[in-house]
């Protein structure tokens, strides 16, 4: 039993055939040197024609054999004439009819040569008749002192040089016989007939021995010259053929121990003869002589039945191709090898060995069982894919299409197979799905995505979203692959949403509408309320009717606080307020609303305080949203709690800087927490609730802190107070020292002279009364009045209205004062009642240099004509601003801002001057 192997490798084979090449080689050598002798190149050619085309091609001895055989057969033919011709003049005609017959036969004899193909008959004819001729002519003539006799000699060295040593052993004896025969004649008494006298035989004599000897001679120069030179080259050849074989050995041998293949000969009956290292390593031993000591049937074989399959095999057919088998290694870790073998039989037809090579295909056959497992599961896929498989070939055919084709399109993959899909396509697609498919034919990769209708097999279309790839070039795709999904819901889904979002820009372009009619028509009358309020608390001394004004103001203050809680809100809800966050001192913003809200505090008999874990903190927050946050912390703080404290704390971790503010009033209910950061929620609902406000305070804290990347929680036990907990990523900065109040400086003469345009009579007087005292004000009513103004008098600024009436606008009228060369630079102030989100920034975009919302207070107003006249007139008295968090620019008011009211903070009892 051999090892499985496989058919040697060509490497092995190249070897073998090398050692053949290379005798082949130095067995041409002869030849070639035989052709060296160009002198007798035209005799060789002469010879040759008598012998056949396969005796020119073999081996250099038969040659030469074959062409002194002729050469013996045309020189023996003269003697042979010359013979006749001397029995003839003797009168023995039978004698001569003898000699014509043996020299015919010699001359016949290079012919019988060609057409046997064999040199051995006819130069035996040839020595065989030459030595009867010689001693047939002696009897005839002088017996034994025939001179003749002498050429018998050379009888068998002809017969040797042109058959062999046999022929010249029957030559010799019958030379011995012939001589023999004549001297027993001789004794006998015969008398021989001596047809050639005395002197003839001298003279005969003579020639013989001369010929006889000039042949030795050319003979023996011929052997030297030829012979001897052939045997030392055929010694040479022997030499450079044993080398080569060596040489061919040591590349058999070399190939055998490095060929990464298992290369073995065993015995029919299983014993390992040899085996190469990698085999010896393949089956994990550590030297040859261990393998083959195995028995390969019980040892190597992991199934005997493939051992018997394989033996079978080869002794069946003499070779084996591709024989799969598992042998086992020394670690009894099994392999799965390849095996080509072949048997060597001896000339009764029984294998001697069996020899071959094993290739270990382990890894390779893990490798083709992922790969075909990854195949089935790839097909898998495809025929269970929710998706559409499709392949076009390169006219635009369907080639293939996956089973899902029957649950989308209704149709089985047979009824469409061999078709165009264009067929299929909604006609006001088809057009741009060809152009699609064209150009995708021209370029590899991806071919981009496509959504069109295609028909369903009961009739009615379907949205058919798909993306295909170009593999045209790749042999086993050889097609465009399209894969494709039903989205006729996603579209569906699509229309619902597109109409939905319709519907809700609609409402938003309504409430965008509302809130300007809205902002409009309750700022343009309130402007007037909380202007002429503020006037009047300057001017009215009785306490009483004080007391009125300033119930006055604060309930307008509290619409005007509500009104800018609802706009601030649509602002933070339209992403339209601008925030700018720089590192600000959070101890000091809760310093300053401590002390803002104080008086406010101790009129209600509550001690407000603040408590500094963490001095130097900072935070990078915008300074008015954080004054905005606290006010409304702190004033709900106030406005919940009836007795006991409220602590506005600072404190910092690594990373975080926090505010808190702690009270002690009625706390929130656990049920109410989840609603308690929502629009127009509040605790206490309907007519019995307790206390007034918008609902809208925390809503928009807990929006200005995550605007500013921030967090807002509540920790609260109903009846006994809650701590709202703010939370900004901490800032690195360096403590900042106190600013220090500016100092008070005189009231300036007026200096300008300015126009305000207004329809609206009560506010071109109040704008009178409000800077009186600053400025020279004149006022107009509509565009054509403030027009007519401006050409007669030259104004440092206006201040226009922007709803001037139904046929012009303030813009219109900015517009055509730009005209004007003296206007072209001077400041034009929109005051309006347009307070919107994007409002501010569409009328500076307009050409405007400042703006303000209406209402407005004194305070706001001064400082927004003082930043843009680069003046700034300072205010008869202490005044508080409405502070709306929107407002910035010149209008920006300085000071720290009042608690809102109506939701949830506190209004501050000292009343401001509310204007316009």
């Given at each position: 039993?051999?090892?499985?192997?496989?058919?040697?490798?060509?490497a092995?084979?190249?070897a073998?055939?090398?050692?053949?090449?290379d005798?082949?080689?130095?067995?041409?050598?002869?030849?070639?040197q035989?052709?060296?002798?160009?002198?007798?190149?035209?005799?060789?050619?002469?010879?040759d024609a008598?012998?056949?085309?396969?005796?020119?091609?073999?081996?250099?001895?038969?040659?030469r054999?074959?062409?002194?055989?002729?050469?013996?057969?045309?020189?023996?033919?003269?003697?042979?004439?010359v013979l006749?011709?001397?029995?003839?003049?003797?009168?023995?005609?039978?004698?001569?009819a003898?000699?014509?017959?043996?020299?015919?036969?010699?001359?016949?004899?290079?012919?019988?040569?060609?057409?046997?193909?064999?040199?051995?008959?006819?130069?035996?004819?040839?020595?065989?008749?030459?030595?009867?001729?010689?001693f047939?002519?002696?009897?005839?003539?002088?017996?034994?002192?025939?001179?003749?006799?002498?050429?018998s000699?050379?009888?068998?060295l002809?017969?040797?040089?042109s058959?062999?040593?046999?022929?010249?052993?029957v030559?010799?004896v019958?030379?011995?016989?012939?001589?023999?025969?004549?001297?027993?004649?001789?004794?006998?008494?015969?008398?021989?007939?001596?047809?050639?006298?005395?002197?003839?035989?001298?003279?005969?004599a003579?020639?013989?021995?001369?010929?006889?000897?000039?042949?030795?001679?050319?003979?023996?120069?011929?052997?030297?010259?030829?012979?001897?030179?052939?045997?030392?080259?055929?010694?040479d050849?022997?030499?450079?053929?044993?080398?080569?074989?060596?040489?061919?050995?040591?590349?058999?041998?070399s190939?055998?121990?490095?060929?990464?293949?298992?290369?073995?000969?065993?015995?029919?009956?299983?014993?390992v003869?040899?085996?190469?290292?990698?085999?010896?390593?393949?089956?994990?031993?550590?030297?040859?002589?261990?393998?083959?000591?195995?028995?390969?049937?019980?040892?190597?074989?992991?199934?005997?039945?493939?051992?018997?399959?394989?033996?079978?095999?080869?002794?069946?057919?003499?070779?084996?191709?591709?024989?799969?088998?598992?042998?086992k290694r020394r670690?009894?870790?099994?392999?799965?090898?390849r095996?080509?073998?072949?048997?060597?039989?001896?000339?009764?037809?029984?294998a001697?060995y069996f020899e071959?090579?094993?290739?270990?295909?382990?890894n390779?056959?893990r490798?083709?069982?992922?790969?075909?497992?990854?195949?089935?599961?790839?097909?898998?896929?495809?025929q269970?894919?929710?998706?559409?498989?499709?392949?076009?070939?390169?006219?635009?055919t369907?080639?293939?299409l996956?089973p899902s084709?029957?649950?989308i399109?209704?149709?089985?993959?047979?009824d469409?197979?061999?078709r165009?899909?264009?067929?299929?396509?909604?006609?006001?697609?088809?057009?741009?799905?060809?152009?699609?498919?064209?150009?995708?034919?021209?370029?590899?990769?991806?071919?981009?995505?496509?959504?069109?209708?295609?028909?369903?097999?009961?009739?009615h279309?379907?949205?058919?979203?798909?993306v295909?790839?170009?593999?045209?070039?790749?042999?086993?795709i050889?097609?465009?692959?399209?894969?494709?999904?039903?989205?006729?819901?996603?579209?569906r889904?699509?229309?619902v949403?597109?109409?939905?979002?319709?519907?809700?820009?609609?409402?938003?372009?309504?409430?965008?509408?509302?809130?300007?009619?809205?902002?409009?028509?309750?700022?343009?009358?309130?402007?007037?309320?909380?202007g002429?309020?503020?006037?009047l608390?300057?001017e009215?001394?009785?306490?009483?009717?004080?007391?009125?004004?300033?119930?006055i103001e604060?309930?307008?203050?509290?619409?005007?606080?509500?009104?800018?809680?609802v706009?601030?809100?649509?602002?933070?809800?339209?992403?339209?307020m601008?925030?700018?966050?720089?590192?600000?001192?959070?101890?000091?913003?809760?310093?300053?609303?401590v002390?803002?809200?104080?008086?406010?505090?101790?009129?209600r008999?509550?001690?407000l305080?603040?408590?500094v874990?963490?001095?130097?903190?900072?935070?990078?927050?915008?300074?008015?949203?954080?004054?905005r946050?606290?006010?409304?912390?702190v004033?709900?703080?106030?406005?919940?709690?009836?007795?006991?404290?409220?602590?506005?704390?600072?404190?910092a971790?690594e990373?975080?800087?926090?505010?808190?503010?702690?009270?002690?009033?009625?706390?929130v209910?656990?049920?109410?927490?989840?609603?308690?950061?929502?629009?127009?929620?509040?605790?206490?609902?309907?007519?019995?609730r307790?206390?007034?406000?918008?609902?809208?305070?925390?809503t928009?804290?807990?929006?200005?802190?995550?605007?500013?990347?921030?967090?807002?929680?509540?920790?609260?036990?109903?009846?006994?107070?809650?701590?709202?907990?703010?939370?900004?990523?901490?800032?690195?900065?360096?403590?900042?020292?106190?600013?220090?109040?500016?100092?008070?400086e005189?009231?300036?003469?007026?200096?300008?002279?300015?126009?305000?345009?207004?329809?609206?009579?009560?506010?071109?007087?109040?704008?009178?009364?409000?800077?009186?005292?600053?400025?020279?004000v004149e006022?107009?009513?509509?565009a054509?009045?403030?027009?007519?103004?401006?050409?007669?008098?030259p104004?440092?600024?206006?201040?226009l209205?922007?709803?001037?009436?139904?046929?012009?606008?303030?813009?219109d009228?900015?517009?055509?004062?730009?005209?004007?060369?003296?206007?072209?630079?001077?400041?034009?102030?929109?005051?309006?009642?347009?307070?919107?989100?994007?409002?501010r920034?569409?009328?500076?975009?307009?050409?405007?240099?400042?703006?303000?919302?209406?209402?407005?207070?004194?305070?706001?107003?001064?400082?927004?004509?003082g930043?843009?006249?680069?003046?700034?007139?300072?205010?008869?008295?202490?005044?508080?601003?409405?502070?709306?968090?929107?407002?910035?620019?010149?209008?920006?008011?300085?000071?720290?801002?009042?608690?809102?009211?109506?939701?949830?903070?506190?209004?501050?009892?000292?009343?401001?001057?509310?204007?316009?």
């Amino acid at each position: 039993m051999p090892f499985s192997s496989g058919s040697p490798p060509s490497a092995l084979l190249d070897a073998g055939q090398a050692a053949l090449d290379d005798a082949a080689l130095i067995d041409a050598v002869a030849p070639e040197q035989d052709k060296g002798a160009s002198r007798i190149a035209p005799l060789r050619r002469f010879l040759d024609a008598f012998l056949p085309e396969e005796m020119r091609r073999a081996r250099l001895d038969v040659r030469r054999r074959a062409r002194f055989v002729v050469v013996i057969a045309f020189v023996v033919g003269p003697f042979y004439s010359v013979l006749v011709q001397q029995l003839l003049a003797s009168g023995l005609v039978a004698q001569a009819a003898v000699g014509a017959a043996c020299g015919l036969v010699t001359l016949a004899c290079p012919f019988l040569l060609r057409r046997l193909n064999s040199h051995v008959v006819p130069g035996s004819i040839v020595c065989v008749l030459l030595s009867f001729v010689i001693f047939f002519q002696a009897y005839s003539d002088a017996g034994l002192e025939d001179p003749i006799l002498y050429w018998s000699a050379l009888v068998p060295l002809v017969a040797a040089l042109s058959v062999g040593s046999r022929l010249s052993l029957v030559t010799a004896v019958l030379n011995l016989s012939g001589i023999g025969l004549l001297y027993g004649l001789t004794v006998q008494g015969h008398t021989f007939p001596h047809l050639t006298e005395p002197a003839g035989l001298q003279v005969a004599a003579l020639a013989s021995v001369s010929t006889a000897t000039l042949f030795a001679l050319a003979w023996g120069w011929i052997y030297e010259r030829h012979t001897l030179r052939e045997l030392r080259m055929l010694n040479d050849r022997l030499s450079a053929l044993r080398s080569a074989l060596v040489e061919s050995e040591e590349r058999y041998r070399s190939l055998f121990d490095n060929v990464p293949l298992g290369v073995y000969r065993t015995s029919s009956d299983g014993r390992v003869l040899m085996v190469n290292p990698a085999l010896v390593k393949l089956l994990g031993y550590p030297t040859a002589d261990e393998v083959k000591a195995l028995d390969s049937a019980s040892m190597v074989y992991a199934n005997p039945e493939q051992r018997q399959r394989f033996r079978d095999q080869i002794e069946r057919d003499g070779e084996v191709q591709q024989f799969a088998s598992t042998w086992k290694r020394r670690d009894g870790r099994r392999l799965h090898v390849r095996e080509n073998a072949r048997a060597v039989f001896d000339e009764e037809g029984n294998a001697l060995y069996f020899e071959g090579v094993v290739e270990d295909v382990t890894n390779q056959r893990r490798v083709q069982q992922a790969l075909r497992k990854s195949e089935e599961r790839f097909r898998s896929l495809v025929q269970n894919a929710s998706d559409l498989t499709a392949v076009l070939d390169a006219r635009g055919t369907m080639t293939y299409l996956s089973p899902s084709v029957e649950r989308i399109l209704g149709y089985t993959a047979e009824d469409l197979l061999g078709r165009p899909p264009f067929d299929l396509v909604h006609p006001d697609d088809r057009r741009r799905t060809r152009l699609l498919f064209r150009r995708a034919a021209m370029r590899r990769g991806d071919i981009g995505a496509l959504e069109c209708r295609i028909l369903h097999a009961d009739g009615h279309y379907i949205y058919i979203d798909s993306v295909g790839t170009n593999l045209l070039h790749d042999a086993n795709i050889g097609g465009l692959v399209i894969n494709a999904r039903d989205v006729t819901e996603r579209k569906r889904a699509e229309t619902v949403l597109v109409q939905a979002k319709e519907q809700a820009e609609e409402v938003a372009r309504l409430k965008s509408a509302f809130l300007a009619n809205m902002s409009h028509e309750i700022r343009t009358p309130l402007t007037g309320i909380l202007g002429f309020a503020g006037i009047l608390a300057e001017e009215v001394e009785d306490e009483q009717q004080q007391e009125f004004v300033g119930l006055i103001e604060k309930s307008g203050r509290r619409l005007m606080d509500t009104l800018n809680s609802v706009l601030d809100l649509a602002r933070l809800e339209a992403g339209r307020m601008d925030l700018m966050a720089d590192p600000q001192a959070l101890s000091l913003a809760a310093d300053d609303v401590v002390r803002l809200l104080q008086p406010l505090a101790q009129e209600r008999g509550l001690r407000l305080t603040t408590r500094v874990l963490a001095p130097s903190v900072m935070a990078r927050v915008d300074s008015g949203a954080l004054d905005r946050i606290l006010t409304n912390l702190v004033g709900n703080a106030i406005k919940f709690t009836d007795e006991g404290s409220i602590t506005v704390e600072v404190d910092a971790d690594e990373t975080n800087a926090f505010l808190r503010v702690v009270d002690t009033g009625v706390g929130v209910d656990p049920a109410f927490l989840p609603r308690l950061f929502n629009e127009f929620e509040q605790e206490s609902t309907g007519i019995g609730r307790s206390h007034e406000g918008s609902g809208l305070g925390l809503t928009i804290t807990r929006q200005l802190v995550e605007r500013m990347n921030g967090t807002i929680t509540v920790e609260s036990t109903k009846g006994e107070g809650a701590v709202f907990t703010v939370q900004f990523p901490r800032a690195d900065a360096l403590p900042l020292a106190l600013p220090e109040a500016p100092a008070a400086e005189p009231e300036p003469e007026p200096a300008h002279t300015l126009l305000v345009v207004d329809d609206n009579h009560d506010t071109r007087l109040l704008m009178r009364r409000m800077l009186r005292r600053q400025y020279h004000v004149e006022t107009a009513s509509t565009a054509q009045e403030a027009l007519e103004s401006a050409t007669g008098t030259p104004f440092d600024a206006i201040l226009l209205d922007i709803n001037l009436g139904a046929k012009t606008s303030g813009e219109d009228v900015m517009r055509r004062l730009r005209e004007l060369p003296a206007y072209a630079t001077t400041p034009i102030l929109a005051f309006t009642a347009y307070a919107l989100p994007g409002d501010r920034e569409r009328f500076l975009s307009a050409g405007f240099d400042g703006y303000l919302a209406k209402p407005f207070t004194r305070r706001q107003l001064l400082d927004t004509l003082g930043g843009m006249l680069d003046d700034a007139p300072a205010a008869s008295e202490t005044e508080a601003t409405s502070f709306h968090i929107l407002i910035s620019g010149p209008a920006a008011s300085k000071t720290p801002p009042p608690m809102p009211s109506g939701d949830g903070a506190a209004e501050h009892t000292t009343p401001p001057e509310p204007v316009g």
